[in-house]
């Protein structure tokens, strides 16, 4: 069984920083890729961020390039995303996932295996 467990989220202003993280309990050692998504009220769920495990090759969405950074601490099963110059459009429930087997895109949400029950990231203007 596996779980994921994000916290960190909270209220800042537009130009804050917010870092969220990801821990993972449970069967860790094949898992293939991890990436945030985040999900607006009335909207679908957006890929932000992916890194691949094996080498941390980590790739982004275009409205987060420059400004967020994922990475991974695999000694502490954690995953990070570190949020810079947050904007009001960032405001959103946040969520880690984890791949075992990837095959499809990064960006699409049904081809990750587990997920974290979120947690809220709200920028004011």
């Known amino acids: 069984q596996v779980q994921l467990v994000e916290s960190g989220g909270g209220s800042v202003q537009a130009g804050g920083s917010l870092k969220l993280s990801c821990v993972v309990f449970?069967?860790?050692?094949?898992?293939?890729?991890m990436a945030w998504f985040r999900q607006a009220p009335g909207k679908g769920r957006e890929a932000v961020a992916v890194i691949y495990t094996g080498d941390g090759s980590p790739s982004y969405a275009d409205s987060v390039k420059g400004r967020f950074t994922i990475s991974q601490d695999n000694a502490k099963n954690t995953l990070y995303l570190q949020m810079n110059n947050l904007k009001p459009e960032d405001t959103a429930m946040y969520f880690c996932?984890?791949?075992?087997?990837?095959?499809?895109?990064?960006?699409?949400?049904?081809?990750?295996?587990?997920w974290g029950r979120g947690t809220q990231v709200t920028v004011s203007s």
């Open positions: 996932a984890a791949d075992y087997r990837p095959t499809g895109s990064w960006r699409l949400p049904q081809w990750y295996d587990y």
């Open positions: 449970g069967y860790v050692y094949e898992t293939q890729r």
